[in-house]
Each structure stands twice: as C-alpha cells, then as structure tokens.
C-alpha cells in the first residue's frame, strides 16, 4: 500500500534521504581507497591543486559543497570540504586525497547521484 500523497512528510521518508549532509559525504569518500604510506609522503604546492579542486567544485556546486585550498606557512596544503549553507567544515583533506578524487570525478559523480536519489 502507498502512503497518500497528503501524508507525506520528512517523518515518514527512510533514514537514507534523513542522513545529514555530512554523512552523506562521508559514505562517498569511504567509497575510495586510502593512499598507502610511503617513505617519504610526495607533497604538491598549491598551485598544482588549483585546477583539480576547480574542477571538482563545479561538480559539487549543485549539492551546496565546496572545497577551499589554502597554503599553511609551512608550505603545508590543506584542503577543506565546506557546506555552503552552514560554512561548516566538513572535512580537512590532505593533497594527495584531493588529486585522487579529481582523477575519479566520474565516480564520484555517480556515487553522489545514488547517494541523492
């Protein structure tokens, strides 16, 4: 039986469509392998990650996300994923994790649209 059309609510939607914005992300990015340590971790200026993360926002804009690249005195590279609406960081993200998703946007895309529907 379907429930009627007048008795829709967020109430009575499936715990999928209530998860939080958060967790939604965070089943995606469980979704992709963690680097293996090497020897000596290969770091990248911020610079070469100017054109993937762009890349990648233009993706995410339809779903209130967007990442921020900043250089820490350091010459440390930290990414953060950001919630538009809140400002809330939803993630800080090394470099190496950026370039990866960037090379499996694709992928990416399509788990965010299952995620959604």
Known sequence: MTTPI??????????AYAASERQRVERVLQQFPVPKASAEPQQYKAAELVGPVQRVNQVMENYGLHFDLSEQAGG????????????????????????RISEHLDELKGLLLQQQA
């Open 6 to 15: 007048n008795e829709l609510s967020y109430n009575n939607w499936p715990a």
């Open 76 to 99: 440390q590279v930290v990414i953060k994923l950001v919630s538009r609406d809140s400002g809330e960081v939803i993630r800080q993200i090394p470099s190496e994790e950026m370039l």
